[in-house]
Structure formats: C-alpha cells, structure tokens
C-alpha cells in the first residue's frame, strides 16, 4: 500500500500510523512509522509531500469479504486529528474498502 501525505502543519513529535482493514469480526493491522522510521513525522514540513510504502500480509487464513481500509497516526494512547474533515471518521481517514477471497 502506497500512501501519500500533504504536511499542513508542524507535527510536535514522532507519530506512528495506525493503519487497519476491517470486517465483520476480523482486522489486519498494519502499524508502521512512515518510511520505515527513516524519516520521522517530527522532522515534516509545512507543504511537504511524503510518500510512504507498506506491504501488509494477508494471510491464507484470513476471512473472505469486503474490507474498510482506515489509517491514522498515533504515539502512544494519543490520536492525531484527522483532516480534512470531510474524509475522516473520527480520528482516521477512509482509505477505500478491498475484496480478500481465496483463489
């Protein structure tokens, strides 16, 4: 999964993205730092544009079926606001829904 982020403001500490796809009774997580930790969110710039890549695995046992793809950042127990607010649900933005099934 390849995200992109558009800096709008100075973020005061290092933030790791909480990222999960959900269905019914089943989540994969996908928690990372951005860029694999090379560049850390506390060094981000105001107009920066940040491309960030991360393989989550789904594996042969996981659930058949629509899944909603949200991510947001974090450090600790503290979320970071979402934005913009038309695109968030609460503290994360929806990324888009995936079909898993098995081949």
Same mark, same amino acid.
């Given at each position: 999964? @390849?995200?992109?982020?558009?800096? &709008?403001? /100075? %973020?005061?500490?290092?933030?790791? =993205?909480?990222?999960?796809?959900? @269905? /019914?009774?089943? /989540? &994969?997580?996908? !928690?990372? *730092? +951005? =860029?694999?930790? !090379?560049?850390? @969110?506390?060094?981000? &710039? +105001?107009?920066?544009? =940040?491309?960030?890549?991360?393989? =989550? ?9 629509? *899944? ?5 950042? *974090?450090?600790?127990? !503290?979320?970071?606001? #979402? #934005? +913009? !607010?038309? #695109?968030?649900?609460?503290? /994360?933005?929806? &990324?888009?829904?995936?079909? %898993?099934?098995?081949?």
């Amino acid at each position: 999964l @390849t995200t992109y982020f558009r800096v &709008l403001g /100075r %973020v005061p500490s290092n933030q790791k =993205i909480f990222l999960h796809i959900d @269905t /019914r009774g089943n /989540r &994969l997580h996908g !928690d990372h *730092y +951005p =860029i694999g930790g !090379d560049f850390q @969110t506390n060094y981000w &710039l +105001p107009g920066d544009i =940040i491309k960030d890549t991360h393989s =989550i695995p789904v594996e042969n046992y996981t659930r058949q079926g629509q *899944y909603m793809m949200g991510m947001g950042f *974090y450090k600790g127990n !503290d979320r970071m606001k #979402a #934005a +913009p !607010d038309a #695109a968030h649900q609460g503290n /994360r933005v929806k &990324l888009g829904e995936l079909m %898993v099934r098995s081949l």
